[in-house]
C-alpha cells in the first residue's frame, strides 16, 4: 500500500506542470539535493581536463595571434590568470574530499568571478578591437554555461550571473569606464534572459529525470518483489507449505545429477499418513487440511 501510494505521488508530480517541479515535497526535495551534488560532482571530475584544455587553446590563441595590443599585454595575461584560478578553484572542490560538501558555493563564486572578470575584459580598449569583441562573446558563453553545463541549480545561477552584472554595473560607476551601450542589452541582459530560459528548462528536465528514476527503481523493487512472490507459489504447496511435486522434481533432478558425477548415494524417504481418510470422511474436509497443516 505504501508504495501504490508513493508510485502514486510521483505520477502526480510528473504528470503536472513543470513548474511545480521547483516545489517538491520536502523528502523528494531533499533527494534531488543529494542526486544533483552527486551528478555535479561526477561531471566535473570527468570533464574539467577538457575545460582546461579548452581555455588553454583560447589563451594560446589569443597570444599568438597578435590581436592583443602591446599596452594591453598585462591585462591580458591578468585576466587569463584570473580565469585559470577560478578553474582551479573549482577543480580542487571536486577533487579535494574535504571540499566536495561546498562544490556548489565554489562553482558559484567561480561563475560570479569569471563572469565579472569577462564584463570587466568589454572595457578594455577601443569600442570595436577583437578583444572587446572576444569579452562580450565570452560574457554571453559563461552565462549560458553557468546556467547550464555547470551543473549549478537555477536559483544558484541565476543569483551568480545577475550578482556579477550588478557588480560591473557598480565598477562602471565607480570607475566612469564606459561600455559599449549599444551591444550591452545584447551581451548583459539578453545574455541573461536566454540563459534564465536555457537554464529554468534544464533543471525540469533535470528534476523530472530524477523523479523518472525514483518511480522505476519503485516498480522494479515491486516487480522483483512480485518474481519472487510468484516463484515461491510455484515451488510451494498453498495449504502445507511445504515444497510441492514441482520443486521436488526439479531438486531430486539436480541432486540425482550430482550423486552421478560425485559417486553418491541418493536417499529418499516417503511418509504417510495413516488412517487419513476415514478421518477425513468423519470430520469433514476443513478438519482434514487442518489436520494435514498441523501434521
Request: glycine share 8%.
Amino acid at each position: 500500500v505504501r508504495n501504490h501510494g508513493e508510485r502514486n505521488r510521483l505520477r502526480a508530480l510528473l504528470s503536472g506542470p513543470g513548474r511545480s517541479l521547483f516545489r517538491l515535497p520536502q523528502d523528494l526535495e531533499e533527494g534531488f539535493a543529494r542526486h544533483h551534488h552527486a551528478l555535479a560532482l561526477a561531471n566535473l571530475r570527468a570533464y574539467w581536463p577538457a575545460v582546461v584544455l579548452a581555455v588553454g587553446a583560447i589563451a594560446a590563441l589569443t597570444f599568438f595571434s597578435g590581436i592583443v595590443p602591446p599596452d594591453m599585454l598585462g591585462l591580458t595575461v591578468l585576466g587569463y590568470a584570473i580565469m585559470f584560478g577560478v578553474i582551479a578553484l573549482v577543480v580542487a572542490g571536486a577533487l579535494v574530499p574535504r571540499l566536495n560538501a561546498h562544490i556548489d558555493k565554489l562553482v558559484s563564486v567561480a561563475a560570479f568571478l569569471g563572469l565579472l572578470a569577462m564584463h570587466i575584459a568589454t572595457l578594455l580598449g577601443e569600442t570595436g578591437n577583437p578583444m572587446q569583441n572576444m569579452a562580450e562573446n565570452g560574457v554571453i558563453f559563461i552565462t549560458l554555461a553557468a546556467c547550464t553545463i555547470s551543473n549549478l541549480s537555477f536559483r544558484r545561477a541565476i543569483t551568480a550571473c545577475v550578482a556579477a552584472t550588478l557588480a560591473f554595473l557598480v565598477v562602471v560607476a565607480v570607475t566612469g569606464w564606459q561600455p559599449h551601450w549599444a551591444h550591452f542589452p545584447f551581451y548583459g541582459p539578453g545574455a541573461l534572459l536566454i540563459a534564465a530560459i536555457a537554464g529554468w528548462s534544464h533543471e525540469i528536465r533535470e528534476r523530472t529525470v530524477f523523479l523518472q528514476q525514483r518511480l522505476l527503481a519503485l516498480e522494479k523493487d515491486e516487480l522483483d518483489t512480485m518474481t519472487q512472490a510468484l516463484s515461491l507459489m510455484s515451488r510451494e504447496d498453498s495449504l502445507t507449505g511445504l515444497a510441492n511435486r514441482r520443486h521436488f522434481d526439479e531438486v531430486a533432478q539436480r541432486e540425482w545429477a550430482g550423486c552421478q558425477r560425485e559417486g553418491r548415494t541418493f536417499n529418499v524417504l516417503f511418509i504417510d499418513v495413516d488412517h487419513f481418510k476415514p478421518y477425513n470422511d468423519h470430520y469433514g474436509h476443513t478438519a482434514g487440511d487442518a489436520c494435514l497443516a498441523q501434521v
